[in-house]
Nanobody
Framework: QVQLAVSGGGLVQPGGSLRLSCEAS????????KGWYRQAPGKERELVAE???????NYADSVKGRFTISRNNAKNTVYLQMNSLKPEDTAVYYC???????????????WGQGTLVTVSS
């Protein structure tokens, strides 16, 4: 089994910054895409940022220029640096990895537990 441990959420004032971390553990043979999602109360879950196996990134329009996704493969960790935070960024943030657990090369989506980010003055 593969588990993702998420940390870094909290309360921050508008204009502030936070960095979220998502560290994987367990039996991982290979990985592909990694991403961050968020869900605000009464809203649909949305993709915030993703990074593919080649390091290419993609961002939601609402966070472009403010958020940066990065990875450290040696540490099995993906990060989301969030700058210039706005109240509309308030949500529970989840990380998701696509992983291969064995030589069958079957990909599975693994989700972290989520962390709450609250942007408020």
């Amino acid at each position: 089994q593969v588990q993702l441990a998420v940390s870094g959420g909290g309360l921050v004032q508008p204009g502030g910054s936070l960095r979220l971390s998502c560290e994987a553990s367990g039996s991982i043979f290979s990985t592909n895409g990694k991403g961050w999602y968020r869900q605000a109360p009464g809203k649909e879950r949305e993709l915030v940022a993703e990074i593919d196996g080649s390091g290419r990134t993609n961002y939601a329009d609402s966070v472009k220029g403010r958020f940066t996704i990065s990875r450290n493969n040696a540490k099995n960790t993906v990060y989301l640096q969030m700058n210039s935070l706005k109240p509309e960024d308030t949500a529970v943030y989840y990380c998701k990895w696509s992983v291969v657990r064995d030589t069958s090369w079957r990909y599975f989506e693994v989700w972290g537990q989520g962390t709450l980010v609250t942007v408020s003055s």
